[in-house]
């Protein structure tokens, strides 16, 4: 059973250029949540896609977007990248039934480098 | 806003030592609590979890406690192997529904030596 899969691993970027990051849920989940990871510091919560849309977002501006698709995988858009979005991107999936003390698991990440 | 604050780290002990990571939160209502465990080089692990007051989470020799009236959840384990070297993370998922978002608190960095 495969677990929760990011791409790519590792990507280096310029200031001002835009990303993509990729991200396939655990089998049997249907809601994809991304946080940032800064170096040293515990993860921050962006934002969370289910049934396609965006159901829950963090303290982020504009520039980070999101996209779910059918078959509940999900992409991380950020435009005009700053030297601060340099970061660890973690996915986590969970399946989206309103259940108390849902676990979500977490991916091996995205580390993006900018420029 | 929901909050989560850990023992600053890095905490460096002996092998088959005994061990404490503390971690208070800060929420409304009544949230779900979360210990994970960080690798090097590798996403979160959800080391256990408590749903209610005064429920005990454990996995892997590893323990917490919900506690209410402190409003704490501390990691213990009562003895520690090299393999534990890693980074622990305290959250917390607010209110009383299921896939809400995760709080993270800062991390604690836990360094065994043999």
């Known amino acids: 059973d495969a677990g929760v899969t990011q791409s790519p691993t590792h990507l280096i970027k310029t200031r001002g250029q835009q990303v993509t990051l990729r991200c396939s849920p655990k089998s049997g989940h249907d809601t994809v949540s991304w946080y940032q990871q800064a170096l040293g510091q515990g993860p921050q919560f962006i934002f969370q896609?289910?049934?396609?849309?965006?159901?829950q977002r963090g303290n982020f501006p504009d520039r980070f977007s999101g996209h779910q698709f059918p078959n509940y995988s999900s992409e991380l858009n950020v435009n005009a990248l700053l030297l601060g979005d340099s970061a660890l991107y973690l996915c986590?999936?969970?399946?989206?039934?309103?259940?108390?003390?849902?676990?979500?698991?977490f991916g091996p990440g995205t580390r993006l480098l900018v420029l | 806003g929901d909050s989560v604050t850990q023992m600053e780290g890095p905490v460096t002990l002996s092998e088959e030592a005994f061990l404490t990571i503390n971690c208070t939160y800060t929420a409304t209502g009544y949230p779900s609590l979360f210990w994970y465990v960080q690798y090097p080089g590798e996403g979160l692990q959800l080391l256990l979890k408590a749903t209610k007051a005064d429920d005990k989470g454990s996995n892997k020799g590893f323990e917490a406690t919900y506690r209410k009236e402190t409003t704490s959840f501390h990691l213990e384990k009562g003895s520690v192997q090299v393999s534990d070297s890693a980074v622990y993370f305290c959250?917390?998922?607010?209110?009383?529904?299921?896939?809400?978002?995760?709080?993270f608190g800062q991390g604690t960095r836990l360094t065994i030596n043999p």
């Open positions: 896609y289910y049934e396609e849309e965006e159901r």
């Open positions: 959250a917390l998922s607010p209110g009383d529904q299921g896939a809400q978002k995760l709080v």
């Open positions: 986590a999936s969970s399946s989206g039934t309103i259940r108390v003390g849902e676990t979500q698991y």
